[in-house]
């Protein structure tokens, strides 16, 4: 997959990588990263020697059909690995548990700590739990990375993606060792995920939104809807005004062939 899926995406967009020195040759280490695009889970693997496993929604694996297992074996060749997400509690609990199990197997680990995509752009509140209790149970350190440009690639609507340079920095390695067997206390959890973000926001140069993305995705839903009632009452307004006005009009035309007529 490296050479034919990372082949053709540094051939097509040539994307710029910085600090790649800081990517250990081997054992394990966390790549905790901002989460633009879809695409962010190839690009970053595609300028990297060595595999990196994300981990994705099980329905990408359990599809029935042919275009289902094609979907399986893409998602497997480029590292994603399974998790079950019905519950957000056994979600996160088998995230975490996935994630030390690639780790103890001296693998790079991917994670992205906003929990989904940015919605604008912006850079929001990493989740507590996830990456710091995977940090914390393993020991291993934790890189920031910053992808740069990659929402631009493909704007959701967009088909035919635009062919341009993406970046990625990739920060030094972040230690946790002084919070070692910590990892359930949530003081702790806050104070290792926010440390990781202010790497990736220096990194990346976004603005920063002290608020979780998925909230943020529910707001603008929200407006959206709000938007679209306004809108069609604001239409049915306007066609019960122009009926009211084309019957007021019909009313004074016959009432002006009475008037011609006479009694």
Known sequence: MKVTIGGSLKLAFRPWVEGLEHIPA???AILASNHLSFSDSFFLPA???RKVTFIAKAEYFNTPGVKGRLTAAFFKGVG???VDRSGA?????AAIKSGIEVLERGELFGIYPEGTRSPDGRLYRGK????ARVALATGAPVLPVAMIDTEKIQPPGQVMPKLMRPG???GKPLDFARYQGMEHDRFVLRAVTDEVMYEIMK???QEYVDMYATAMKRQLAEAAKAEKEAAKAARAALAQAEKEQAEKEQAEKEQAAKD???P
Not at 89 to 93: N, W
Request: net charge neutral; proline share 11%.
């Open 80 to 82: 994603q690995l399974p």
């Open 47 to 49: 300028v990297l020697d």
């Open 260 to 262: 011609r007529t006479g």
């Open 203 to 205: 990194l990346s140069g």
């Open 168 to 170: 990625i920095r990739i």
């Open 89 to 93: 509690r056994g979600a996160g609990e």
């Open 26 to 28: 081997d054992g394990p």
């Open 128 to 131: 507590p739990g996830g990456l």
